[in-house]
């Protein structure tokens, strides 16, 4: 017999910004992993939550857990299929932001830096030009100085595992709260990276759409 004084099991939270009858934008929050990971206690995660919602979900792209900010989760497979193909393709536009230690330098800029796993220190990815490095680009500009920090709009065109966070180490300015690049890491609540704005055509409809998830630091 059902206890009437039980109270309904809640879903996990989950921050939609946008959703249709093919997709939905979410603003996954930091240390927050994407997709499952092994073991039950991975369960937790963007498409986990999505999946209850939705009662079916599909990954599209991932953030680094560590990492905060906007990322799609597709609806139904045909989607899934479609929004891969821009990605592959280079369709999306992607920007960031992002809290530097010290003064970057200089009005805009680019990294191009071929990047490849660390194997005995994974996840760590390393600069490197062997024949395992995949080419890499990432274009920065500042926003904003503080109290020798560096407020940063970052674009990837590639989407290199940590590219982000390890260009930006190759730069003499690692992100604040990385446990894996910033040289000055003091434990940090949270990484300070943030994926702010998404634009690309609609995979149905062929409207362009923009979504932005302000920048919670």
Sequence with gaps: MRNENTA???PPALDILYEDDWFAVINKPSNCLSVPGRGPDKLDSILHRAECFFGEAFVVHRLDEATSGLILVAKTHECQKR??????????QKEYRALLRG?????????RKPLRCDWPNRPRQ???????SKDSITFWEPIAYENN??????TPHTG?????????????HGIIGDEFYDDQYTNEPRLLLHAYR????????????????PCPF
Excluded: N
């Design 160 to 172: 290199r595992s940590h590219q982000l966070r390890v260009h930006m180490q190759s730069l003499g």
């Design 149 to 154: 920090t560096t407020r940063v709009r970052l």
């Design 83 to 92: 929004m891969y193909a821009h990605f592959r393709e280079r369709e999306v």
């Design 198 to 213: 998404l634009e690309f055509r609609h995979p149905f409809t062929k409207a362009w759409v923009a979504f932005v998830a």
């Design 8 to 10: 309904p099991v809640q």
């Design 126 to 132: 390393i600069v490197c030009t062997d024949e395992w």
């Design 103 to 111: 003064t970057l330098l200089g009005e805009r800029g680019e990294v």
